[in-house]
Structures are given as C-alpha cells and as structure tokens.
C-alpha cells in the first residue's frame, strides 16, 4: 500500500492515503451501510448464527453503533488511518 492516490481532500490538497486504502475504506463502508439499511435483528442472528438473546441484542447494537459511526468518517480520512495502521 504504497501508491499514493491522485484525488484531493476538501482544504483542495492531494491526497496522501494510498489508492488501495481508499478502495477499502469505501468499499466496506458502503459495505456496511448497505446491510445496515436492509438488515433486520433476525436476519443479522441468521448471517451471523447467533441465537437471540442478551449477546445477539448486544452484537446487533454494535452493529448499529458501528454503521452510525462510519458515517462520521469520509473514506479518505479512513484510509488514512488504515494506512497508519498498517506501516511498519
């Protein structure tokens, strides 16, 4: 992950997040987002064969927790933190 990518953030410089970073970072937040807005409790304990219960009710408002704070995140600034994360 080392290319940089040639688009631009909103202060109109470069970007520094690598194009593989940003690939990722939108892929699963529209990942998530998507299931997110077609999922419901059952279908989420079926895809992740949890029976329902206090850990499955737990796990889904995670769940929701996690969409919801995506989209606080623009896929750029998310792929600047995968990049940072994953430098050696």
């Known amino acids: 992950m080392t290319e940089l990518g040639s688009t631009y953030n909103h202060n109109s ?3 520094t997040a690598s194009i593989e970073s940003r690939q990722i970072a939108k892929e699963f937040t529209n990942g998530i987002a998507e299931y997110n807005w077609k999922v419901d409790y059952f279908k989420f304990c ?43």
């Open 46 to 88: 079926q895809l992740l064969e949890l029976e329902p219960g206090q850990y499955a009710d737990d796990q889904y408002r995670y769940f929701q927790q996690l969409a919801e704070s995506l989209t606080r995140f623009n896929a750029e600034s998310l792929a600047k933190m995968i990049d940072a994360g994953v430098k050696k």
């Open 13 to 15: 410089q470069a970007s």
